[in-house]
């Protein structure tokens, strides 16, 4: 990190305005633009660079590996990379961005980045040692434990097979010759009631709210604040983490539930690996204990520790008082009670077979007897808090305190709490929505709109071309179709979006939106009439959005569509880039 960047203020800033650090890398990046421009024999002066943003959409690893293979073809392409000022991503494609800024100016080297991170991606997956060392890590450094955490450590570590620990900020240098990464997630609270401002931003510099124009430093969010001043610091989030907050929807609600069940489930029975935990967590307490009633470190202290008897006998009393032994049988109850609630949660959520609800309505008590699938999510909500409640009183130690608050936050689906640096802060600038709770809910941005087009359409960003790659499932116009409706009830500058009727089930490898004093919009399906002829819905269920981790030869494949959609269209986004300079050059 450059030893001349500014320190967290600690303070919210409320302006519209680009934070300075960005104005200055913006600066810098246009004269290495108008350089790469020269290389593709496109002549402009300074004030004429076009500021070209690169949008990744979601769609899971399918997003991550599409968007890589697209990123690599840029480059290879004449160096087009070197013209995008921003590269910004919505759940699986960032993903993608989290693994290239590992790599210090990762676009001057793209073809070796690109060949690590494949080979870590057919790799060994994250042992289950690593994880859950790292849940403990999360569940014992944040003022909040939620979903993401789990996701985090449960999920993604499958998809990505690392566990990236360092910080945003660690991976940005103000030298960087890459674009600007944008990370972008929603407000929960925001996208529920219809009102304020669901769009927020992180970027190596802030975190905030992109229309309202509401930040911290990136690495005060998740601190507490009151009234626009930092109170109590928390230490930066990293890169998993990072990756779990704009990623934590690769599907509905629905599925996302029978995942967790399940993978939590297959956590729990590393039963003799928890309980191995459970021991030593113990000794640990225990040796603390010890240590605070015998005294250390002076005389006085030694005598005191005398009176108290042998260590033998006063660790037999410390244990007295300390949690069920993780042998007792009553250790094996709780423990088999977690389990039963577990099943009981997952029958709930995926259609089983009469055997196997039967045998989970023995182990529950009756409760699955219920036909009624809604009396049975209430059923099981009522069992699950009961058992929260019930384990509570009985253990409190890593990790079956974990797991309990695992299953209260499945229950209550908690995801991205973090404290809201707005709470209580005065003026109109923000709406009212923003300054009301101690805390706020991040999540998936596409959710909303599974590409991150309101990072960008910022006004003083002052975006001319927008390069939209688009990873989702389904509909292949829906963002951008989505993205223009919501930029009209909003009046924010956006060309309007017609799509051929032809088009919809069968779309072409590149797609020009534009009009005037707007920015120019380029989208491009992923799997398409030219990339994949008449087997488009081949491609599609090969490449589902929820599915196990891709294969090696998947992961070729796919990077090979990818590449096609670049190496077609090259001439057509140059073409694009010549008219916008064009207009701007009329203007002057």
């Known amino acids: 990190m450059s030893a001349s960047k500014p320190q967290a203020s600690g303070k919210v800033r409320i302006q519209p305005s680009l934070n300075k650090s960005e104005e200055e890398f913006v600066a810098r990046r246009r004269n290495s633009v108008l350089q790469s421009l020269k290389k593709l024999q496109i002549q402009c002066s300074k004030d004429e660079v076009p500021n070209i ?110 566990i990236d620990e360092h910080t945003l900020k660690e991976q940005w240098d103000q030298r960087s010759k890459d674009p600007f990464p944008i990370y972008t997630v929603i407000d929960k609270q925001c996208k529920q009631r219809k009102s304020g401002d ?121 244990s007295e008082r300390s949690q069920p032994d993780p042998n007792s049988a009553a250790t094996d109850e709780c423990y088999q009670l977690l389990m039963n609630t577990v099943d009981m949660n997952l029958s709930v959520s995926t259609a089983l077979d009469e055997s196997i609800r039967t045998t989970l309505n023995d182990l529950s008590g009756g409760i699955l007897k219920t036909a009624d699938k809604k009396a049975e999510e209430l059923n099981e909500k009522c069992h699950t808090m009961d058992a929260y409640n019930n384990l509570r009183e009985q253990i409190n130690v890593w990790p079956f ?94 060309p309007e979006v017609i799509i051929p009727s032809e088009d919809s089930e069968k779309p072409k490898d590149f797609y020009v939106f534009k009009g005037q004093n707007v920015p120019t919009v380029i989208h491009i399906p992923l799997f398409n009439v030219v990339n994949c002829g008449d087997k488009i819905e081949d491609w599609s269920n090969k490449y589902r959005t929820f599915q196990l981790p891709l294969s090696a030869e998947m992961i070729t494949d796919l990077m090979e569509v990818a590449e096609q959609n670049i190496t077609n269209n090259k001439a057509k986004v140059v073409e694009e880039i010549r008219a916008i300079i064009e207009q701007k050059r009329s203007r002057h």
């Open 198 to 318: 669901p769009w927020f931003e992180i970027t190596p510099h802030e975190a905030g709210y992109s229309l309202t124009g509401a930040f911290v430093d990136a690495s005060s969010f998740g601190s507490q604040f009151q009234k626009g001043s930092k109170k109590n610091k928390q230490d930066e989030f990293d890169m998993l983490y990072l990756q779990a907050l704009c990623g934590s929807a690769l599907a509905d609600e629905d599925e996302i539930k029978k995942l967790l069940w399940q993978k939590i489930k297959d956590f729990f029975q590393q039963k003799e690996k928890i309980l191995e935990e459970m021991r030593k967590e113990q000794d640990k307490r225990r040796q603390e204990e010890l240590r605070r009633e015998r005294g250390t470190g002076s005389g006085k202290d030694f005598v005191v520790g005398l009176k108290l008897g042998p260590p033998e006998a006063l660790l037999h009393r410390i």
């Open 53 to 162: 943003a690169l949008l990744g959409s979601g769609g899971g690893q399918r997003a991550m590996v599409g968007l890589l293979g697209s990123l690599v073809q840029l480059q290879k392409t004449s160096s087009l990379l070197d013209c995008v000022l921003y590269l910004s991503g919505v759940s699986g494609s960032t993903w993608c961005l989290a693994s290239l800024y590992q790599e210090p100016d990762w676009s001057t080297k793209l073809e070796s980045v690109k060949d690590k991170i494949i080979q870590r991606l057919g790799g060994p997956a994250v042992s289950w040692g690593d994880a859950l060392a790292k849940l403990k890590k999360y569940y014992n450094g944040k003022d909040f434990f939620s979903l993401t955490d789990v996701w985090a450590v449960m999920v993604i570590t499958a998809y990505v097979k690392e």
């Open 401 to 494: 305190d974990a797991w309990m608050n695992i299953i209260k936050c499945m229950d209550l689906w908690i995801w991205g709490r973090n404290y809201n640096f707005l709470h209580k802060m005065t003026g109109e600038a923000v709406h009212s929505t923003l300054l009301e709770s101690k805390t706020r809910d991040f999540e998936d941005a596409g959710l909303l709109l599974n590409s991150p087009y309101f990072s960008v359409l910022r006004k003083e960003r002052n975006i001319d071309l927008i390069i939209s790659l688009d990873f989702s499932d389904g509909d292949p116009f829906m963002t951008v179709k989505d993205a223009a409706k919501m930029c009209r009830e909003r009046n924010i500058p956006f």
